[in-house]
């Protein structure tokens, strides 16, 4: 299947930490699929929503994706003040989301371009990579000409919505809730 550009690709779905770990790697989809689909159908989405994972921890995700109250995006016309300041955190922080994927880029080259491979294979290949980078990170092999950087740990909010209430309105909510209380 192709993508939006004509090309045959993958669309894989990467979670990482503060330090650029990455916790969850879903490389599995067709590049045509949209990522707020190969969200909803993610493993990752049910951790939060039977709450496994616990409140007061968040991904954050592009406004192609629904609010939820564990998925944080941006506001899409942010009023002056406190959402300014969320969407501008907000960007920050997934600009190190962006930088854990040039790393994975830079440290395997073969996922800069053409995997000339079936897609079964391919979608091993990026797996194998994203395992690989973990060992990379946990061993301190370091990446050429990179400085590696720490972020804050989130603290958990005060006072929450109640989890098992998570549709996308409640998302939009609770991030109201959440900036208002940290903006």
Request: hydrophobic share 35%; glycine share 8%; net charge neutral.
């Amino acid at each position: 299947m192709c993508d939006r550009k004509g090309f045959h690709s993958i669309n894989a779905q990467l979670v990482f930490d503060a330090f650029d770990t990455i916790i969850d790697v879903v490389a599995r989809w067709p590049g045509s699929s949209h990522d707020s689909r190969i969200l909803q159908n993610s493993g990752v989405r049910q951790l939060f929503e039977e709450g496994i994972i616990p409140v007061g921890y968040h991904l954050l995700g592009d406004s192609g994706y629904p609010s939820r109250i564990w998925l944080f995006t941006p506001y899409a016309n942010p009023q002056a003040g406190q959402q300014t300041r969320y969407n501008r955190a907000h960007k920050i922080t997934r600009a190190n989301i962006e930088r854990g994927i040039g790393q994975l880029k830079r440290r395997f080259g073969i996922l800069h371009g053409e995997i000339r491979m079936k897609p079964e294979k391919a979608c091993r290949v990026i797996t194998a990579c994203a395992v690989l980078h973990n060992i990379c990170k946990r061993q301190n092999i370091p990446l050429p000409d990179v400085e590696m950087e720490e972020n804050d740990d989130n603290q958990p909010e005060p006072n929450q919505p109640d989890p098992m209430e998570n549709g996308p309105q409640m998302g939009l909510r609770y991030r109201d809730f959440f900036v208002n209380t940290y903006f």
